[in-house]
């Protein structure tokens, strides 16, 4: 085999792409790896806080957003999160569950980058980074890459680029432009796991709630998530908007229950002998300050003893029917995964190999698989890497 030849070439050393170098190598193949960029693996770097949340004990088909929903079944079963964690533990990479089945590092997430690289070099990979893809040509002897770093040749070709997500630390759209060469239909991508803005005249009106973090439930239609929720100078962030994000669409309105365990309504029935201002006895559900804010909305400050039957409906709407129509996201700046991707139609599922180019691969954040916020995104990456390497 000549120098610049190779068995597979992965494009892409992030999560995805690292993990399936190492399995490749691991299982004999002569692999190289290639990145734009000058640093390895930079979204696990700032993943998770700093921590990485790698992975979800709960990781389940249902937890990812896709047109086929049923796509990631086979490779989420195939690679688990307790995979994941056993290769942690091998190595002495110690851990924890933050809340809701989210793994976290007890180390700076780089443990994880390291990890990997160990594991790469440990298989035989060669990674060249600061490498530039100019051109892919297919032949019956496989694929020819034009690179700033000479030309390189593989039977195999995977594509791990990744989504549009954080542009100012690599983030292209070239996994998308390889599968348009190829003729792969893409699903149209837009910013997910994002903060949300709202109109000017409406951030005016919810003013006085920037910077309260409340427990909310979010939803968009049938769709909803249990979790903190936050207003912000822009408009709305916090886990459950991120969550909601990610199936929110341009001119949909948003819902939010502020007080999802209780009926406020029922709760002033039963106060109605309380001479308490209403600011005061909201303060029982929620902060001061968000109480206030509240009043302040409903412009009524009577005590539940003097409201009348309009103002506990107008009460009950403000609170449990909170609605707002987002004018937009934040965007691909501040979005943690891009929604969207390589068409999972295009794609087998036990292996991600393009059904009508033999040789080609899609791993990762790249291809129509978006998962909710929670460490399923590196649990994708994990196990449709590996769907990808146990195949060569
Ligand atoms: C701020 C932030 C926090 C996050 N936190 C979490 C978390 O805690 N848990 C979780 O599950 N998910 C998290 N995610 C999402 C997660 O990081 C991604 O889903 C995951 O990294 C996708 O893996 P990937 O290998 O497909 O792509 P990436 O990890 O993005 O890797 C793609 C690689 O391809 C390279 N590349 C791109 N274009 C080119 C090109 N033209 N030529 C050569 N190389 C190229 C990039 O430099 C990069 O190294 C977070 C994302 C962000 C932005």
Same mark, same amino acid.
């Given at each position: 085999m000549q120098e610049n030849t190779f068995d597979v070439i992965i494009i892409g050393a992030g999560a995805a792409g690292l993990m399936c170098a190492q399995f490749a190598a691991g299982s004999g193949n002569k692999v190289l790896i290639l990145d734009h960029s000058h640093k390895l693996a930079e979204k696990i770097r700032i993943s998770g806080g700093g921590r990485? #949340? *790698? @992975?979800?004990? #709960? @990781?389940?088909? &249902?937890?990812y957003i896709s047109? #086929?929903?049923? *796509?990631a079944t086979s490779a989420l079963a195939r690679y688990t999160p307790q995979h994941f964690t056993e290769l942690l533990n091998q190595h002495n990479i110690t851990y924890h569950e933050k809340t809701l089945g989210q793994l976290f590092c007890d180390d700076k997430s780089q443990v994880i980058i390291d990890l990997l690289d160990f594991l790469c070099r440990d298989s035989g990979v060669l990674r060249l980074m600061e @490498?530039?893809? &100019?051109n892919i040509e297919r032949s019956s002897a496989g694929f020819t890459l034009t690179s700033s770093k000479g030309i390189f040749k593989s039977e195999k070709l995977v594509i791990a680029t990744g989504g549009l997500a954080i542009p100012q630390i690599g983030a292209t759209p070239f996994g998308y432009q390889i599968a348009e060469q190829f003729g792969l239909a893409i699903v149209p991508t837009a910013p997910a796991l994002v903060p949300l803005c709202l109109q000017p005249q409406q951030l005016n009106e919810f003013k006085t709630l920037s910077g309260i973090s409340f427990d909310s439930e979010t939803s968009v239609d049938k769709i909803s998530f249990r979790e903190n929720s936050l207003f912000t100078h822009r408009g709305l962030s916090g886990p459950a908007i991120l969550q909601i994000s990610s199936y929110w669409h341009p001119g949909d309105k948003l819902k939010l229950n502020l007080l999802p365990n209780l009926d406020i309504s029922q709760e002033i029935e039963s106060n109605r002998n309380s001479n308490k201002r209403l600011s005061n006895f909201l303060a029982n559900y929620f902060s001061s300050r968000m109480a206030d804010s509240l009043v302040n909305l409903l412009k009524c400050d009577l005590p539940p003893s003097q409201l009348n039957k309009s103002q506990i409906a107008n009460l009950g709407q403000l609170i449990h029917n909170f609605t707002v129509t987002p004018?937009? @996201? &934040?965007g691909y700046k501040k979005a943690e995964v891009t929604r969207g991707g390589v068409a999972t139609t295009e794609l087998n599922s036990k292996t991600m190999m393009a059904n009508n180019v033999d040789g080609l691969y899609f791993i990762g954040e790249v291809v129509d698989v978006t998962g909710h916020l929670g460490g399923y995104n590196f649990q994708w990456a994990w196990a449709s890497a590996y769907a990808a390497a146990k195949s060569f």
């Open positions: 990485c #949340n *790698f @992975t979800n004990l #709960n @990781t389940a088909p &249902e937890c047109q #086929n929903k049923h *796509f @490498t530039n893809v &100019e004018s937009g @996201t &934040e």
